[in-house]
């Protein structure tokens, strides 16, 4: 037989590659997922629902393996199908997501069906943003052929736009490069870069995913018509009578129901508001301590780190605060003490108390909650105020670090308006906000005034202004809550010249807001007692709006002094203070403000306090035989004698206002005949 005749040997059949299925971000969307809806705040038969409603399309496994029996797929293939069923859903979620949030603008924006569908959105952006990066290269090597130009460019559009779509997305979502700085003020600095107009990004943003959704449909369409050939990843699903992309899209739809009535379960039961004045149970929503607010170093990391070194930052653990608490628990007990706390420390107010250990919660003293949730009461004076929990968003509770923390973090900044509604607005620019507490009414039944810097603003010539416009002056800043870059300074600035020193061990020499609060001015000179001549001066509040000093009145005090060339002190009178007596007449000196039954001036201004446009005249007798030069009003904080007994060494820390020069005396006139 020759060679030609003979008989070929048949040539095995070529089966189709098996191998392990493709799995990985089949298990990614399942983690997410289950996840996800393991840790909302539904009830038992809620996650049940949700779970139901998104394993739907994957119960049909027997059904798909089936069906890849009778088409002779392998396995591999067949785990294809399935991720591409996968995909489906996560492709369908962020359409009808992006759909109802961003074009519909539904649910309502402060909603918590808003924020739920839009950290949906987020979330499936970012998971198919990977694979889709991951099949452009591969599919554009296995399918290209030259001379189908339409064909082609169709697909590069889709391609392009779909790429700009996961760019825009990134660009409008400013949290992003913030939650991997490595530092706070590199998570300034990456917001601030990163930080582009929304408007014109979101219109893009709608338009490329219109643009990649239709054209990469006709290119699909085109080359299953004409007969194309398909990587496994699409022929799978297409060989199995396109039952995967409609399966996968029904679960995506499912998966965004089942966020909105995940975020409508958030709004089913508001926390109610908080009464420190009246104590009760904490809220959990109010127990996020400052750190929360700075998660990461990306949301409000500035505002925090300049808390830190305000007064409302060390109101809790003040010595002189702790010295007054420890007289008020002796005569009243532990809850008499715990009084003070509802304006120094309201989150130690509320709640029980610590057995036999330091109450943590009061070296908080007024954090970011502390304000930003508060709520003034009718009185707005005297701690009648309610501390509102903001609104739930989903992973509400999560501790400060870890993968629910981070969504919780995405949610809120995907979904800014519930969370801007819930603590800011312009209550937060109100005078009542602060009168809350800083007015006070004091003494027995509440007869003697404490604080009395609203009243006295709203009774003068600053009636209308509030208290940030000074307090808390514009600073250009990187933080979240910058507008255009500019936003209030939370350092609170107010006049605690000493506090700082007490409690950090160092020299605290920064002065506030003193200087320049004051008009001093030189008003002549009277007849003195015998060996001593009497300086005038005119001494009025102008750069304040309010009474002048502004704090606790029983404890800050102007007074006036005197030097002369070499700056020693020839003379003194107190401007302007206030000291506290009992029913018996007996001086308070240590803050016992609860045992007052009449405040009584200690200098010119009748009123305790300088009052705006009512200027006072001071007298201060020095001696003949000195030689005046100048003349200054300095502020002090506390009393020496509170300063002595609760510091026990040095004195209070005085600040200068104002100063004027003293004009020689005039010579005296020559006796008769000398």
């Known amino acids: 037989m020759t060679p030609s005749a003979r008989p070929s040997k048949a040539a095995p059949p070529r089966s189709a590659p098996d191998g392990p ?27 049940l629902l949700m779970l139901v409603l998104f394993h739907a399309p994957w119960l049909g496994w027997p059904i798909w393996v089936a069906a890849a029996r009778r088409v002779g797929l392998s396995a591999r293939a067949t785990g294809a199908a399935v ?63 030259p001379g189908r130009l ?85 022929a799978a699903p297409l060989r199995l009578f396109g039952s995967g992309p409609r399966a996968g899209a029904a679960a ?17 039961a508001p926390p109610p508001p908080a009464t420190p004045r009246s104590g009760g149970p904490l809220p959990a929503a109010l127990a996020r301590p400052a750190e929360g607010c700075a998660f990461a170093g990306g949301c409000h990391a500035v505002a925090v780190e300049q808390w830190r070194t305000s007064p409302h930052a060390r109101s809790g653990v003040s010595p002189f605060l702790e010295d007054a608490r420890s007289l008020r628990v002796a005569e009243a007990g532990t809850e008499g003490g715990r009084t003070c706390h509802t304006c120094h420390a309201p989150l130690a107010r509320l709640g029980p108390a610590p057995e036999g250990v330091a109450d943590p919660r009061v070296a908080r003293g007024v954090d970011c909650l502390g304000c930003h949730s508060l709520h003034p009461g009718p009185e707005a004076a005297d701690g009648d105020y309610a501390l509102a929990p903001p609104r739930p968003y989903p992973f509400e509770g999560s501790p400060e670090e870890g993968l629910r923390a981070t969504l919780r973090y995405l949610a809120v900044a995907v979904a800014p308006e519930r969370h801007a509604a819930d603590l800011g607005g312009p209550r ?24 009395d810097a609203p009243a006295s603003l709203a009774a003068g010539p600053g009636a209308g202004a509030g208290c940030v416009g ?92 005197v030097r002369d060339a070499r700056g020693a002190e020839v003379g003194r009178s107190r401007v302007a203070g206030v000291r506290l007596v009992d ?71 005085e600040v200068e206002v104002a100063s004027v020069a003293v004009p020689p005396a005039a010579p005296s006139p020559a006796s008769p005949g000398g």
């Open 21 to 47: 299925a493709p799995w990985p971000w089949v298990l990614v969307v399942e983690a997410v997922v289950v996840g996800a809806v393991l840790s909302s705040r539904t009830s038992p038969v809620g996650k």
């Open 583 to 653: 029913a018996s007449g007996a001086p308070l000196l240590r803050h016992q403000t609860w045992r007052a039954a009449r405040a009584i001036p200690t200098g010119a201004a009748p009123e305790g306090p300088l009052l705006p446009a009512r200027p006072v005249r001071v007298r201060v007798a020095v001696p003949a035989s000195s030689s005046p030069q100048t003349a200054t009003l300095l502020y002090s904080a506390r009393p020496a004698a509170l300063w002595t007994a609760v510091v026990g060494e040095g004195a209070p820390a």
């Open 83 to 145: 991720l591409l069923q996968g995909l489906a859903a996560v492709a369908a979620a962020l359409l009808v997501s992006g759909v109802l949030a961003c074009l519909l603008r539904w649910p309502a924006p402060e909603s918590g069906a808003r924020a739920t569908l839009a950290l949906l959105h987020l979330l499936a952006g970012l998971t198919l943003a990977l694979p889709l990066a991951l099949y452009l290269g591969p599919h554009v090597r296995a399918t290209w052929t």
């Open 252 to 268: 995506g739809i499912a998966l965004a129901l089942a966020a909105v009535a995940w975020g409508a379960s958030l709004d089913a």
């Open 470 to 561: 000074c307090h808390m002056p514009v600073v250009e800043t990187r933080d979240l809550l910058a507008v255009d870059g500019r936003m209030h300074h939370h350092g609170l600035v107010a006049a605690e010249p000493d506090l700082g020193a007490l409690l950090q061990g160092g020299q605290d020499a920064e002065p506030g807001m003193l200087p320049g609060r004051a008009r001093l001015s030189w008003a002549g000179e009277g007849p003195g007692a015998a060996g001593s001549r009497e300086l005038h001066f005119e001494v009025e509040a102008t750069g304040t709006g309010h009474a002048f000093p502004g704090g606790t009145l029983d404890q800050a005090r102007l007074d006036l002094v």
């Open 150 to 234: 339409l064909h082609v460019v169709a697909g590069g559009t889709a391609a392009v736009a779909a790429l700009l779509c996961v760019a825009t997305g990134m660009l409008l979502v400013d949290a992003l490069p913030a939650r991997v700085a490595p530092s706070p003020e590199h998570a300034a600095l990456a917001r601030s870069l990163w930080r582009f107009p929304r408007a014109p990004l979101l219109v893009v943003h709608v338009a490329a995913s219109a643009a990649a959704v239709s054209v990469a449909a006709a290119h699909v369409v085109r080359a299953v018509r004409t007969g194309r050939r398909f990587p496994a990843l699409a």
């Open 428 to 451: 937060l620019r109100e005078a009542a906000l602060c009168a809350s507490c800083h007015q006070q009414h004091t003494g027995i039944d509440g007869a003697v005034r404490g604080q």
